[in-house]
């Protein structure tokens, strides 16, 4: 890379960097904040000036660092004659409208916010015209699209802008988002990703059978950006943005994005039929149907955009032709497009800020009351319409004269003909222009008494009309620029000169003709507005909206119908798709021959199948039933313990039944407070269908599980047997899987239990904060249910009796050395912290149940919150000792103690950490029932004071509860 | 080693403990945000270990794998856990402003800590019943977090959350018991041979799929993703910031390790699932969101829908693909996370999340508009913001593997993620308020400010990074996508080297097997050996 590869980068840093100044320098005044906001475009400017003389010598100037190699992205840029005359053109008139807009923008709008995107977007811009990496290229052709979006939304308050921003958005963003596609497959095809690798590789492509689709999808990114039908819709919508940005984005560079790839890619893709029935196509179309509309649109900006629809047709048909002489007329037509559109389209801006007003049928004689801009639109106009001796002429005449030896499907007449119409329709919009706005009578019922502005407004259109008129007036002056474009588009050798009397060729005529034509009609506009306006036409807008809310109707309806609320629905698709895909995979599929048999089946345990198997079913059928199901559910953990015992899994049975015990007593005491029914919500025909799917799916897991219990298999089993006492320092190898080979899986278990305990709490506290505990407490139909159900439960008027409270309190004392019996010979013997926790927990909660919750509360000394945390804290304090030692996490260690009155004992970590999964239970299931008691509280139960109803040692007779 | 692996998970659960001991005071917020801050160090320890010796593991209770538990970090789980450390400071810096002192006082911070544990134990963990315990504890957190603050929606949404992923974790459990009673085995590292050597093959795919179901409904695939979107919009939202950005890549980490890992027999019929998956799941999601109306609603679908890309990525199973699925995973916790924060601040100011009941956001609140743009035009795929990068690179994988249909759905969903986000930027910044409300962030309390925009604005600035320099991080993808697809490392680091005799690894196996493995450049002594 030499110096000329750095002044490549400054150019295109210099935008961004210069992004963030204007949002600063707004504090320092309007005036400031423009003059900063040009510097960074004036230096850029400089530099391109200072390799142009290269460049239009035909070299080339390249620059490359790596960005992400692994992708093929390099951020290499590279300025031949296309890339320097659309980076001219884009700094040139970047200038020109910070100048303008300047002035234009009102002191109510934010300008800082202005000039910050107008520089993002021309680095963007410019980034799109020197890259020479095609992802990088489509970086910055996303980057348009965004400046873009928030340019022509800058005037938030409107809502055309916002809808106008957000068609913008979706319309070019969709075009990109093709153009990725498009640009993929290119780079497969070219294998390489840089753009003069892609450029030689042009024969290549076209031979690839992946050319078509490349082509359509990079032209569908083109056609987007560049407005070309049926995609035109979202430019005049683009127009609700300040005049500024419609003039520079929406006239003179972004949209001419499109028209830049189409050129850039010339070399590549086109010289096929496919490219010229395409573009050519295409063009034709848009340029007619652009100029058409455009001539009946009341709204000056509209009738512009619809002029630079057309134009952008134009370019876009020439490219398509594919022959040398049509890319050269289409470079020399961008930039004379360039000069009277954005000179235009500034007119219409001084036009509505003195007027108020864009309509053309408010308006009219403007030419006495505004001379400076009555010229200058009038000229630009006039080159609009290819009126000789300015620069719009000669490239018109050059179209013309490609037209007329272009045949279209073996039509000779077709391009000529549409050609000459398109040219015929833009000299009667042009017209239209001059002579509905600046001629005709001064009229007194303007919106706001017009006058010319001051210079900083009118400068720099008046600038690009000298411009219009020189280029117009001396062609030759173009001539290097457009031949050293023209040669980067054709990658040919060619010498084009620009002149303005080529003789009496057809082309002539052709422009005679649209000249004549567009006057007459011009003339006859009224009954052609008419019949128009009766006429009907297809609007794309409406079209677009439709297509729109179909979408989100659609989906709406999709969301609607899949997210109906129903619980019972998300779970039949869950189920069914879990049945489903598993069927499938398992179909066609063999299975191995089973290598055990059915174990005999003793009476007993015959009978306790049948149980299980009775109860199930009986849950089902009587599941309305709350209770009822209740004690079936206990019934069926009963049995499933008991087969835990039977198949020697003792440790599995105990911790069952005290899992189970304590479960259906939380159970019971939550059904306290709930309905004891469960109304009928379901058809028939959906319970049928609900239980064809839940037999399907349970007997699919029984039949895997089935065949899984057929066949052995080797396991890794037999170490924990072997290691159990030599490493683990126990003989209960279940006590020491939990504690000590999986105590990792214990500890996250006893913290899932411990902030279930938590959650429960927390839940019962925010709802008895909230409405929940009003309705509680009188009226409503939550009360009317719970009254139903508190009088169920208050049959018995013996709340506390005696000779429950007597046993609890003789059982507790029991049933905590049994915990600790429990506890400690866990290691060795069924048992362990869980179950102790939960035998310790089941004493406490008879107490609950004996004396009532308040008595009992009063009585606790440590909170349950506590508890839970302490016992997370001793487990995981246990595990983390092993580091002080060198050991991983939870490592365990033990040790034989002797103390004279026992028999010597065991002491091990594992132990320790056992106390922390005790503690952890013991504080969440006391913590569950808690809460539980506190809603029983809140529905205004009676709270007991006393241990018993009847206290004999008060000798009182009666001593009921009280409030 | 160990507790370098093990830190991560201590931390949190160390500073839940205290956190919840003080849960009536304001030192547990600050506990949470000092806590999250020593899990973001102790991740990025991690993260540097793992860069220097490769895959490395440790064994709980130092009981050799495949008997005991393992804890692993491979690069995928290393940066997981790196993300979750961002996202949780994040988060919990988020939460000083937006949490009050009730739900404080019910233990928010012990409970948002636990699921950070949660969340990176199941990162961390080599063993597939382990990893179900993680699940529980990420499940039973998150509901807490859901459900805190009670209210009807609230408790409507928490119940179909908690619903449908109990049973989801049910047929992870049924399917980790099959897969034990088929191996004989749990240890992930272990299961990649064990699965090999099955008899029934069959049965096998059987297993799988009921792993990716179980996996699918914590990911929120098609068509198992209905509880997102019902439960997603009713926390807080500092809740909904961390369950959008962490709790469904879970699944994705999830069906990414035992896709790759494990349940690579049949890739035909279970990638093939996946990719119908993928497709759907793309545009259902972004479907849903275009039907919302709600600022928050939109983004819970569209989580859904970019879960989709991170699937289509493990579907198509190439090493690009896996690239872009790594890449996809890292960049959308960061910007769906921020989003959500935003969403919070935006309620905050202006009113309301309803679309149509907001506004004026950008007028009077430009800054949050630029903290919004940011992650919005990188979830859109905007170049150059990370979420470009992501897409690319899984649109060219789709490419290169011909899945042109893919393709093409992943593109046109792009599109209509721009349309969404657009319509929030309509709604919620560039129209006026409709009730002629200014919101400033002047409005917020000094210190809320800060601690609402300062998470923001870090987060923005990552993403903005990983735009701008994503070399190092598609770097690190491949490196990372290449351990995934060749398990070597990871099985040895586990399990130690493969067939060496007892006596004749003598030498090494007194070393940590891991570094001898992965030091970078074991090829050359083992050639020199060979010649």
Same mark, same amino acid.
């Given at each position: 890379?030499?110096?000329?590869?750095?002044?490549?980068?400054?150019?295109?840093?210099?935008?961004?960097?210069?992004?963030?100044?204007?949002?600063?320098?707004?504090?320092?005044?309007?005036?400031?904040?423009?003059?900063?906001?040009?510097?960074?475009?004036?230096?850029?400017?400089?530099?391109?000036?200072? *390799?142009?003389?290269?460049?239009?010598? @035909? %070299?080339? +100037?390249? &620059?490359?660092?790596?960005? #992400? !190699?692994? /992708?093929? =992205?390099?951020?290499?840029?590279?300025?031949?004659?296309?890339?320097?005359?659309?980076?001219?053109?884009?700094?040139?008139?970047?200038?020109?409208?910070?100048?303008?807009?300047?002035?234009?923008?009102?002191?109510?709008?934010?300008?800082?916010?202005?000039?910050?995107?107008?520089?993002?977007?021309?680095?963007?811009?410019?980034?799109?015209?020197?890259?020479?990496?095609?992802?990088?290229?489509?970086?910055?052709?996303?980057?348009?699209?965004?400046?873009?979006?928030?340019?022509?939304?800058?005037?938030?308050?409107?809502?055309?802008?916002?809808?106008?921003?957000?068609?913008?958005?979706?319309?070019?963003?969709?075009?990109?988002?093709?153009?990725?596609?498009?640009?993929?497959?290119?780079?497969?095809?070219?294998?390489?990703?840089? *753009?003069?690798?892609?450029?030689?590789? @042009? %024969?290549? +492509?076209? &031979?690839?059978?992946?050319? #078509? !689709?490349? /082509?359509? =999808?990079?032209?569908?990114?083109?056609?987007?950006?560049?407005?070309?039908?049926?995609?035109?819709?979202?430019?005049?919508?683009?127009?609700?943005?300040?005049?500024?940005?419609?003039?520079?984005?929406?006239?003179?560079?972004?949209?001419?994005?499109?028209?830049?790839?189409?050129?850039?890619?010339?070399?590549?893709?086109?010289?096929?039929?496919?490219?010229?029935?395409?573009?050519?196509?295409?063009?034709?179309?848009?340029?007619?149907?652009?100029?058409?509309?455009?001539?009946?649109?009341?709204?000056?900006?509209?009738?512009?955009?619809?002029?630079?629809?057309?134009?952008?047709?134009?370019?876009?048909?020439?490219?398509?032709?594919?022959?040398?002489?049509?890319?050269?007329?289409?470079?020399?037509?961008?930039?004379?497009?360039?000069?009277?559109?954005?000179?235009?389209?500034?007119?219409?801006?001084?036009?509505?800020?003195?007027?108020?007003?864009?309509?053309?049928?408010?308006?009219?004689?403007?030419?006495?009351?505004?001379?400076?801009?009555?010229?200058?639109?009038?000229?630009?106009?006039?080159?609009?319409?290819?009126?000789?001796?300015?620069?719009?002429?000669?490239?018109?005449?050059?179209?013309?004269?490609?037209?007329?030896?272009?045949?279209?499907?073996?039509?000779?007449?077709?391009?000529?003909?549409?050609?000459?119409?398109?040219?015929?329709?833009?000299?009667?919009?042009?017209?239209?222009?001059?002579?509905?706005?600046?001629?005709?009578?001064?009229?007194?019922?303007?919106?706001?008494?017009?006058?010319?502005?001051?210079?900083?407004?009118?400068?720099?259109?008046?600038?690009?009309?000298?411009?219009?008129?020189?280029?117009?007036?001396?062609?030759?002056?173009?001539?290097?620029?457009?031949?050293?474009?023209?040669?980067?588009?054709?990658?040919?050798?060619?010498?084009?000169?620009?002149?303005?009397?080529?003789?009496?060729?057809?082309?002539?005529?052709?422009?005679?003709?649209?000249?004549?034509?567009?006057?007459?009609?011009?003339?006859?506009?009224?009954?052609?507005?008419?019949?128009?306006?009766?006429?009907?036409?297809?609007?794309?807008?409406?079209?677009?909206?439709?297509?729109?809310?179909?979408?989100?109707?659609?989906?709406?309806?999709?969301?609607?119908?899949?997210?109906?609320?129903?619980?019972?629905?998300?779970?039949?698709?869950?189920?069914?798709?879990?049945?489903?895909?598993?069927?499938?995979?398992?179909?066609?599929?063999?299975?191995?021959?089973?290598?055990?048999?059915?174990?005999?089946?003793?009476?007993?345990?015959?009978?306790?199948?049948?149980?299980?198997?009775?109860?199930?079913?009986?849950?089902?059928?009587?599941?309305?039933?709350?209770?009822?199901?209740?004690?079936?559910?206990?019934?069926?953990?009963?049995?499933?313990?008991?087969?835990?015992?039977?198949?020697?899994?003792?440790?599995?049975?105990?911790?069952?039944?005290?899992?189970?015990?304590?479960?259906?007593?939380?159970?019971?005491?939550?059904?306290?407070?709930?309905?004891?029914?469960?109304?009928?919500?379901?058809?028939?025909?959906?319970?049928?269908?609900?239980?064809?799917?839940?037999?399907?799916?349970?007997?699919?897991?029984?039949?895997?599980?089935?065949?899984?219990?057929?066949?052995?298999?080797?396991?890794?089993?037999?170490?924990?047997?072997?290691?159990?006492?030599?490493?683990?320092?126990?003989?209960?190898?279940?006590?020491?899987?939990?504690?000590?080979?999986?105590?990792?899986?214990?500890?996250?278990?006893?913290?899932?239990?411990?902030?279930?305990?938590?959650?429960?709490?927390?839940?019962?506290?925010?709802?008895?904060?909230?409405?929940?505990?009003?309705?509680?407490?009188?009226?409503?139909?939550m009360s009317e249910v719970l009254r139903e159900g508190l009088a169920v439960t208050h049959l018995s008027r013996d709340r506390h009796p005696l000779m429950m409270v007597v046993v609890t309190r003789v059982l507790m004392p029991i049933a905590i050395v049994v915990g600790a019996y429990i506890f400690l010979r866990g290691h060795n013997e069924?048992?362990?912290?869980?179950?102790?926790?939960?035998?310790?927990?089941?004493?406490?909660?008879?107490?609950?149940?004996?004396?009532?919750?308040?008595?009992?509360?009063?009585?606790?000394?440590?909170?349950?919150?506590?508890?839970?945390?302490?016992?997370?804290?001793?487990?995981?304090?246990?595990?983390?000792?092993?580091?002080?030692?060198?050991?991983?996490?939870?490592?365990?260690?033990?040790?034989?103690?002797?103390?004279?009155?026992?028999?010597?004992?065991?002491?091990?970590?594992?132990?320790?950490?056992?106390?922390?999964?005790?503690?952890?239970?013991?504080?969440?299931?006391?913590?569950?029932?808690?809460?539980?008691?506190?809603?029983?509280?809140?529905?205004?139960?009676?709270?007991?004071?006393?241990?018993?109803?009847?206290?004999?040692?008060?000798?009182?007779?009666?001593?009921?509860?009280?409030? | 080693?160990?507790?370098?692996?093990?830190?991560?998970?201590?931390?949190?659960?160390?500073?839940?403990?205290?956190?919840?001991?003080?849960?009536?005071?304001?030192?547990?917020?600050?506990?949470?945000?000092?806590?999250?801050?020593?899990?973001?160090?102790?991740?990025?320890?991690?993260?540097?270990?793992?860069?220097?010796?490769?895959?490395?593991?440790?064994?709980?209770?130092?009981?050799?794998?495949?008997?005991?538990?393992?804890?692993?970090?491979?690069?995928?789980?290393?940066?997981?856990?790196?993300?979750?450390?961002?996202?949780?400071?994040?988060?919990?810096?988020?939460?000083?402003?937006?949490?009050?002192?009730?739900?404080?006082?019910?233990?928010?911070?012990?409970?948002?800590?636990?699921?950070?544990?949660?969340?990176?134990?199941?990162?961390?963990?080599?063993?597939?019943?382990?990893?179900?315990?993680?699940?529980?504890?990420?499940?039973?957190?998150?509901?807490?977090?859901?459900?805190?603050?009670?209210?009807?929606?609230?408790?409507?949404?928490?119940?179909?959350?908690?619903?449908?992923?109990?049973?989801?974790?049910?047929?992870?459990?049924?399917?980790?018991?099959?897969?034990?009673?088929?191996?004989?085995?749990?240890?992930?590292?272990?299961?990649?041979?064990?699965?090999?050597?099955?008899?029934?093959?069959?049965?096998?795919?059987?297993?799988?799929?009921?792993?990716?179901?179980?996996?699918?409904?914590?990911?929120?695939?098609?068509?198992?993703?209905?509880?997102?979107?019902?439960?997603?919009?009713?926390?807080?939202?500092?809740?909904?910031?961390?369950?959008?950005?962490?709790?469904?890549?879970?699944?994705?980490?999830?069906?990414?390790?035992?896709?790759?890992?494990?349940?690579?027999?049949?890739?035909?019929?279970?990638?093939?699932?996946?990719?119908?998956?993928?497709?759907?799941?793309?545009?259902?999601?972004?479907?849903?969101?275009?039907?919302?109306?709600?600022?928050?609603?939109?983004?819970?679908?569209?989580?859904?829908?970019?879960?989709?890309?991170?699937?289509?990525?493990?579907?198509?199973?190439?090493?690009?693909?896996?690239?872009?699925?790594?890449?996809?995973?890292?960049?959308?916790?960061?910007?769906?996370?921020?989003?959500?924060?935003?969403?919070?601040?935006?309620?905050?100011?202006?009113?309301?999340?309803?679309?149509?009941?907001?506004?004026?956001?950008?007028?009077?609140?430009?800054?949050?508009?630029?903290?919004?743009?940011?992650?919005?035009?990188?979830?859109?795929?905007?170049?150059?913001?990370?979420?470009f990068w992501a897409k690319y690179v899984l649109i060219k994988a789709s490419l290169d593997a011909e899945g042109y249909l893919i393709a093409g759905v992943a593109l046109a969903v792009g599109l209509l993620t721009i349309y969404s986000m657009t319509k929030i930027w309509g709604n919620a910044f560039w129209k006026p308020h409709p009730d002629?409300?200014?919101?400033?962030?002047?409005?917020?309390?000094?210190?809320?400010?800060?601690?609402?925009?300062?998470?923001?604005?870090?987060?923005?600035?990552?993403?903005?990074?990983?735009?701008?320099?994503?070399?190092?991080?598609?770097?690190?993808?491949?490196?990372?996508?290449?351990?995934?697809?060749?398990?070597?490392?990871?099985?040895?680091?586990?399990?130690?080297?493969?067939?060496?005799?007892?006596?004749?690894?003598?030498?090494?196996?007194?070393?940590?097997?891991?570094?001898?493995?992965?030091?970078?450049?074991?090829?050359?002594?083992?050639?020199?050996?060979?010649?």
């Amino acid at each position: 890379m030499n110096d000329q590869g750095h002044f490549l980068f400054l150019i295109s840093l210099l935008p961004f960097l210069g992004a963030v100044i204007p949002g600063i320098m707004i504090r320092a005044g309007r005036n400031a904040c423009a003059s900063f906001t040009a510097v960074p475009t004036v230096l850029a400017l400089i530099l391109l000036m200072i *390799l142009a003389p290269d460049v239009l010598r @035909g %070299e080339v +100037i390249t &620059a490359e660092v790596m960005w #992400l !190699p692994q /992708l093929g =992205l390099s951020v290499s840029f590279f300025l031949d004659g296309l890339g320097l005359m659309f980076a001219a053109m884009i700094l040139g008139v970047g200038l020109l409208i910070t100048l303008y807009a300047r002035f234009y923008l009102s002191g109510d709008d934010p300008m800082g916010q202005f000039y910050t995107y107008l520089l993002m977007f021309q680095g963007a811009m410019l980034g799109i015209v020197i890259s020479d990496n095609i992802l990088l290229l489509l970086i910055f052709w996303e980057l348009t699209s965004l400046s873009s979006f928030l340019l022509i939304g800058y005037w938030k308050h409107l809502p055309e802008g916002r809808q106008g921003a957000r068609m913008a958005l979706a319309v070019t963003g969709a075009g990109g988002l093709a153009m990725i596609g498009g640009m993929l497959i290119l780079g497969h095809v070219a294998g390489s990703y840089k *753009l003069t690798d892609i450029l030689q590789a @042009g %024969e290549a +492509i076209r &031979a690839s059978e992946w050319y #078509l !689709p490349a /082509l359509i =999808l990079i032209l569908l990114g083109a056609f987007t950006k560049s407005a070309q039908f049926p995609f035109h819709f979202w430019l005049p919508h683009a127009m609700a943005a300040p005049t500024p940005v419609s003039a520079y984005l929406h006239s003179a560079t972004m949209v001419k994005a499109g028209v830049f790839l189409m050129a850039r890619m010339w070399p590549v893709l086109a010289g096929t039929d496919a490219w010229f029935y395409i573009v050519a196509t295409t063009g034709l179309v848009t340029m007619v149907l652009g100029a058409l509309i455009a001539l009946f649109k009341d709204d000056l900006k509209a009738l512009l955009a619809f002029s630079t629809v057309s134009h952008l047709g134009l370019l876009t048909m020439l490219l398509g032709f594919g022959t040398e002489a049509a890319a050269v007329a289409a470079v020399f037509h961008i930039l004379n497009h360039l000069t009277f559109k954005a000179a235009l389209f500034m007119t219409v801006g001084i036009v509505d800020h003195e007027t108020h007003t864009r309509d053309i049928s408010r308006l009219g004689g403007l030419r006495h009351l505004m001379p400076i801009t009555f010229a200058i639109g009038t000229i630009a106009a006039l080159s609009m319409a290819g009126i000789p001796l300015l620069n719009g002429f000669l490239s018109k005449e050059m179209m013309l004269e490609e037209a007329s030896h272009t045949y279209w499907a073996g039509s000779t007449w077709a391009v000529p003909v549409l050609a000459t119409l398109g040219a015929l329709l833009s000299v009667a919009y042009s017209f239209r222009f001059i002579g509905h706005v600046f001629l005709g009578p001064v009229r007194d019922d303007y919106p706001h008494k017009p006058h010319d502005p001051p210079m900083g407004l009118w400068a720099a259109p008046a600038l690009l009309t000298v411009l219009v008129v020189v280029i117009g007036v001396a062609p030759f002056l173009a001539e290097g620029i457009v031949t050293a474009a023209a040669n980067a588009v054709t990658g040919a050798d060619l010498h084009p000169h620009l002149k303005i009397w080529h003789g009496a060729t057809p082309a002539l005529w052709m422009s005679i003709i649209a000249v004549l034509g567009g006057g007459a009609l011009l003339g006859l506009h009224k009954p052609f507005l008419s019949a128009w306006e009766a006429a009907p036409r297809p609007e794309a807008k409406a079209i677009f909206d439709r297509l729109l809310a179909a979408i989100i109707a659609l989906s709406r309806g999709i969301t609607e119908i899949a997210h109906n609320g129903a619980i019972s629905r998300y779970l039949a698709v869950f189920v069914v798709t879990s049945v489903a895909l598993g069927w499938i995979a398992y179909s066609g599929s063999a299975l191995s021959a089973p290598t055990r048999g059915l174990l005999p089946v003793p009476a007993v345990i015959g009978i306790g199948w049948l149980m299980l198997i009775v109860a199930s079913v009986a849950v089902v059928i009587l599941h309305r039933d709350r209770f009822t199901s209740l004690v079936l559910i206990g019934i069926i953990g009963l049995t499933i313990s008991a087969g835990f015992a039977y198949l020697s899994a003792p440790d599995l049975a105990l911790t069952q039944i005290s899992v189970e015990t304590v479960t259906i007593m939380l159970l019971l005491l939550a059904l306290h407070f709930l309905p004891k029914t469960t109304p009928v919500e379901s058809s028939v025909l959906r319970r049928v269908r609900d239980g064809v799917i839940a037999v399907v799916a349970g007997g699919g897991v029984g039949a895997l599980a089935y065949a899984f219990m057929l066949r052995d298999i080797s396991t890794i089993s037999q170490f924990h047997l072997d290691n159990s006492y030599e490493g683990g320092g126990g003989t209960n190898v279940v006590n020491v899987i939990l504690v000590d080979f999986r105590g990792y899986d214990t500890y996250g278990e006893i913290i899932v239990l411990g902030i279930a305990g938590m959650v429960i709490y927390a839940l019962v506290q925010t709802l008895l904060a909230g409405p929940v505990a009003r309705k509680l407490r009188g009226g409503g139909a939550m009360s009317e249910v719970l009254r139903e159900g508190l009088a169920v439960t208050h049959l018995s008027r013996d709340r506390h009796p005696l000779m429950m409270v007597v046993v609890t309190r003789v059982l507790m004392p029991i049933a905590i050395v049994v915990g600790a019996y429990i506890f400690l010979r866990g290691h060795n013997e069924p048992g362990g912290g869980f179950v102790a926790g939960l035998v310790v927990a089941i004493a406490l909660l008879m107490q609950y149940m004996a004396s009532g919750f308040a008595w009992t509360q009063a009585r606790k000394r440590i909170e349950y919150h506590t508890l839970i945390g302490f016992g997370v804290i001793i487990a995981g304090l246990t595990g983390a000792g092993a580091w002080l030692s060198g050991t991983p996490f939870l490592t365990s260690a033990y040790t034989y103690v002797h103390l004279p009155p026992i028999e010597e004992f065991e002491l091990a970590t594992a132990m320790l950490f056992d106390l922390g999964v005790f503690l952890t239970v013991l504080g969440a299931v006391m913590l569950m029932l808690y809460s539980l008691s506190r809603i029983a509280r809140h529905a205004g139960e009676t709270v007991n004071v006393e241990a018993m109803d009847y206290d004999p040692a008060d000798r009182v007779t009666e001593r009921g509860a009280e409030t | 080693m160990s507790w370098i692996l093990a830190s991560p998970i201590i931390i949190p659960f160390a500073t839940a403990v205290l956190a919840f001991l003080f849960r009536a005071g304001p030192e547990g917020r600050w506990l949470s945000v000092i806590g999250s801050a020593a899990l973001l160090i102790a991740s990025i320890v991690l993260m540097v270990e793992v860069l220097d010796q490769g895959v490395i593991a440790a064994q709980m209770g130092e009981w050799a794998a495949p008997f005991g538990i393992t804890l692993v970090a491979d690069l995928l789980s290393a940066v997981m856990v790196v993300i979750t450390g961002i996202t949780g400071l994040a988060v919990a810096v988020y939460a000083l402003a937006d949490i009050d002192e009730k739900k404080e006082a019910l233990g928010y911070h012990a409970l948002f800590q636990v699921l950070l544990a949660g969340v990176c134990g199941a990162f961390l963990t080599g063993d597939i019943f382990n990893l179900y315990v993680w699940f529980e504890v990420m499940l039973i957190a998150s509901f807490g977090l859901l459900i805190l603050g009670g209210t009807k929606v609230q408790l409507d949404g928490g119940i179909k959350y908690v619903t449908l992923n109990l049973i989801s974790t049910i047929l992870f459990l049924s399917g980790v018991g099959l897969l034990y009673g088929m191996t004989g085995t749990l240890n992930m590292a272990d299961l990649h041979g064990a699965v090999q050597r099955v008899d029934n093959p069959g049965l096998l795919v059987v297993v799988a799929v009921m792993f990716m179901i179980a996996f699918g409904v914590k990911a929120a695939v098609f068509p198992l993703f209905f509880w997102l979107p019902a439960s997603y919009h009713t926390p807080a939202f500092a809740v909904s910031a961390i369950f959008a950005g962490l709790l469904t890549k879970v699944g994705v980490y999830a069906l990414i390790r035992t896709f790759t890992l494990i349940f690579t027999t049949d890739v035909p019929y279970t990638h093939t699932i996946l990719l119908w998956v993928a497709g759907f799941t793309m545009v259902t999601g972004v479907l849903g969101a275009a039907a919302m109306n709600d600022f928050r609603r939109i983004l819970s679908f569209h989580i859904v829908s970019q879960i989709g890309y991170m699937i289509l990525g493990l579907a198509l199973f190439t090493p690009l693909a896996i690239v872009g699925a790594v890449f996809y995973l890292v960049h959308h916790i960061i910007v769906k996370a921020n989003l959500f924060l935003v969403a919070g601040v935006a309620e905050r100011i202006a009113g309301s999340t309803d679309l149509d009941r907001i506004g004026g956001l950008y007028r009077y609140a430009p800054f949050l508009g630029l903290l919004f743009l940011i992650p919005a035009f990188s979830l859109a795929g905007f170049p150059p913001l990370s979420g470009f990068w992501a897409k690319y690179v899984l649109i060219k994988a789709s490419l290169d593997a011909e899945g042109y249909l893919i393709a093409g759905v992943a593109l046109a969903v792009g599109l209509l993620t721009i349309y969404s986000m657009t319509k929030i930027w309509g709604n919620a910044f560039w129209k006026p308020h409709p009730d002629g409300v200014e919101p400033r962030l002047s409005r917020l309390p000094g210190k809320d400010r800060a601690a609402f925009l300062s998470p923001i604005a870090a987060l923005a600035i990552l993403t903005c990074i990983i735009g701008f320099f994503p070399e190092p991080f598609v770097q690190f993808a491949e490196r990372s996508a290449a351990q995934l697809l060749d398990p070597t490392d990871y099985i040895t680091a586990v399990l130690g080297e493969p067939v060496i005799a007892p006596v004749a690894a003598e030498p090494v196996a007194t070393q940590p097997v891991s570094v001898e493995l992965t030091s970078g450049e074991p090829v050359t002594p083992t050639r020199e050996v060979q010649q």
